[in-house]
């Protein structure tokens, strides 16, 4: 087991810019010193420029200096996950088809960080093509085991410093459960909170994301984007303050036990319990399926939310998939090809049906953002899995994704000493209310 | 002026293939023929491909001879409009920012197309970014005009039989008008119908369609892509029989004015104005928006399509826009200049509140669904336009994209000699609906 990285503060790293407590070059020198600590064993990039980031910063700190920042997160140091296209740095998607890709163009939420003066460190690794097949990256708190996917270069980076902040995708459970696994903040938007356009995954349950060393950032960052290139076409995008919104107590918040719940390994559940022992006590109102139908409801309607998710993946990577394949089938990984296959094996109206099954379990989660202010659950059931094979179990975190939900990822559970996240859970378009009710729940937890 | 191009049977050219009175290699040597006498001054291609061409019609051939071809289109010679990504050749975007750029796969629809067997001759013209600037195409009809734009190059060149079929994309009325413009048939379908992947125009009323020489040809292009490939995610796609919908005679009609109806040159009325007494003598109900309150609803719920239209693609194009002017701005043409300077004067709140109105004109067309079959109405003012500086005024066609609703453009009218559209819009996700009246309506008035 590897000696535990020093976690970083749970406060904005960019906080003391204003002050001149703290500078974009200082932080950024922090973020490569731990490189060179870290990332020979854990593997995050796969590609880094330590160059053009200090000309960035340098600049940045500058700006500070002058009271003239571009944004809030002017000057923070961050990686961008190796499906979204950079102008200036290869692209590989995780897959063999895409050696030494490089975009002409940056991806939208790349050009949003740039215009709000991020400083891009370097390409984090992503699974092949944002899916199942991992690639090598391991989790910095204990290095034979996952970071979780498919974001794990950014979960893994944010989780030993080695970044402040991290683009991620999810459309199973890429975002907050990589997050959960190594200790970081996890922030998956509402579908079409920010702009996807440049980012190679236009699945309908798929959003771009981020995974940061505090809530301040990961909410920092999302808001940076949107405010400069929107959300998807056909969405206002993600609103609300350009920083943090203030915490908010909530009354009530709904126990979602997902699929998952007998898979919850015992320290994880007893961390998970006491948390929640926590939230009653400073007068939470935490129900349960048992006591609420409107959550019976929306436990029934997500059961099969993995393989129904599994199923719309399948059809909606037809293509791309097809191209792949005409190409050089033997470039795909097993579990590329087995998708595929079933991808061929589908049919429009399979399809068809399938959303229509998704759009019911939407509909039975709207009717529960009537009685509940959030929901909460795990991100996953334990600890992140020993082994490099696979990136675990999505089960706790496919519900919000098949939901379209806004979710927050916590680090603020255990199992057995490793990191466990505890996920807060929106509704649709409302996720600047999920972070005031997550700021809230992380200061009655550790606070 | 040219002389008038033959005009292609109103026939699909496959439908000789299966009883052998017809071939691919055959028809792809007409559409060679065609190229050899039009290209020259119409200028439709950025790529032709006539070696691979004839293999493909070649493999089609034996395909059908030996009654197994891959889909009803199988060995169709069709063209690939330069905004769409395919493998093999160049994908230019009408822009210099692109010049030489050669993806790596093929888009969605061409890998649909590929898959069904049709036969890639080449890439054809569009304006610049599929937005104002043209590029240089000619109308076969006469090249002193326009061919309408953004599909510039696959309407003039089905429009002068170099072509069976052409993909087209239309966000304002970029298939349409260019149909009506060069006497093709030009479907633009619903929002969401053919999955748009790998083509670089994410906008939110955006969508990829077919230009053909036939309404049949047009319907089979369209069909076999979204069988293969389905919807943009999150949209089952286009359904529907395999080959054109069998004629269905409408009861009633909406006889849409638009904000256009002032600008209706004389000739294009009265061709028009005797389309409609036809249709009426047929027995056809067509009503005006004085004796229908829900038609006039539709009227000035679009009065303002245009500039809303414009309003919502310039937020939308906050990116690439952003990232082409960081990498060379000089590059793009002065309208797009226009527009990203444009984009980055509004904000999310401007934008959401767009987003608000086209719902509530999207709303008011729902309602006019109960009352009438489909909607009709011109593709333009009249005849394009003389010179090439722009590609013609779409404000007749703009108001079915900001509807998101299926359109036909059927090349049944004429201004003094020169083609023009008879435009039949139908209901959201209704496709297949709207060819089976189209198809009626082009028999009552040509048969």
Redesign the interface.
């Known amino acids: 087991m590897s000696p535990t990285p020093t976690r970083r503060p749970y406060i904005s790293r960019t906080s003391g810019f204003a002050s001149g407590a703290d500078s974009p070059r200082q932080v950024l020198d922090e973020c490569i010193a731990a490189i060179e600590q870290w990332e020979p064993s854990v593997g995050a990039f796969t590609v880094i420029d330590t160059q053009a980031a200090r000309d960035a910063a340098d600049a940045a700190t500058k700006r500070w200096r002058n009271n003239a920042p571009l944004s809030a997160i002017d000057g923070m140091p961050v990686g961008v996950k190796d499906m979204i296209d950079t102008?200036d740095m290869v692209t590989g998607m995780g897959s063999p088809?895409?050696d030494g890709?490089t975009p002409?163009?940056?991806?939208?939420s790349v050009?949003?960080l740039?215009?709000a003066g991020a400083v891009i460190l370097g390409k984090t690794v992503t699974t092949e093509f944002a899916s199942s097949q991992p690639r090598g990256t391991r989790n910095p708190w204990d290095t034979a085991r996952t970071p979780g996917g498919s974001s794990s270069g950014s979960a893994a980076a944010v989780g030993c410093g080695m970044l402040c902040g991290g683009l991620g995708t999810q459309v199973v459970g890429s975002i907050l459960r990589p997050s959960g696994f190594c200790g970081a903040y996890g922030f998956k938007p509402s579908v079409g909170s920010i702009?996807r356009?440049?980012s190679l995954d236009?699945?309908?349950q798929?959003v771009t994301g981020t995974i940061a060393a505090s809530l301040a950032d990961a909410w920092g960052m999302a808001r940076a984007i949107?405010?400069?290139?929107?959300g998807?076409?056909?969405?206002?995008?993600l609103?609300g303050p350009l920083t943090l919104p203030p915490p908010q107590r909530p009354v009530r918040l709904a126990l979602l036990r997902t699929a998952g719940w007998p898979t919850l390994a015992p320290a994880a559940r007893t961390s998970f319990e006491a948390a929640v022992e926590r939230l009653r006590q400073a007068g939470v109102a935490v129900v349960s399926p048992e006591a609420n139908d409107a959550l019976a409801a929306v436990e029934a309607a997500t059961t099969e939310a993995q393989p129904m998710t599994m199923a719309i993946n399948a059809?909606?990577w037809?293509?791309?998939l097809?191209?792949?394949a005409?190409?050089d089938v033997s470039a795909l990984s097993p579990s590329a090809r087995e998708r595929h296959e079933r991808s061929l094996a589908m049919t429009?109206?399979e399809?068809?049906g399938l959303?229509a099954k998704r759009a019911a379990a939407r509909a039975a989660y709207a009717a529960l953002a009537a009685e509940v202010d959030a929901v909460i659950s795990v991100t996953a059931s334990g600890a992140a899995p020993l082994g490099l094979e696979t990136t675990g179990n999505p089960i706790f975190v496919v519900p919000g994704s098949f939901l379209g939900a806004a979710g927050v990822s916590l680090p603020v559970l255990n199992d057995n000493g490793l990191p466990l996240g505890l996920q807060v859970l929106g509704f649709p378009q409302a996720d600047a209310a999920v972070f005031a009710i997550a700021g809230w729940i992380e200061t009655a937890l550790l606070g």
């Open positions: 102008a088809l895409y890709y002409r163009f940056d991806a939208a050009q949003g740039r215009e702009n356009g440049g236009y699945l309908s798929s949107a405010e400069r290139v929107g998807d076409p056909g969405y206002p995008g609103t059809w909606e037809r293509w791309p097809g191209s792949y005409a190409r429009q109206g399809y068809a959303l």
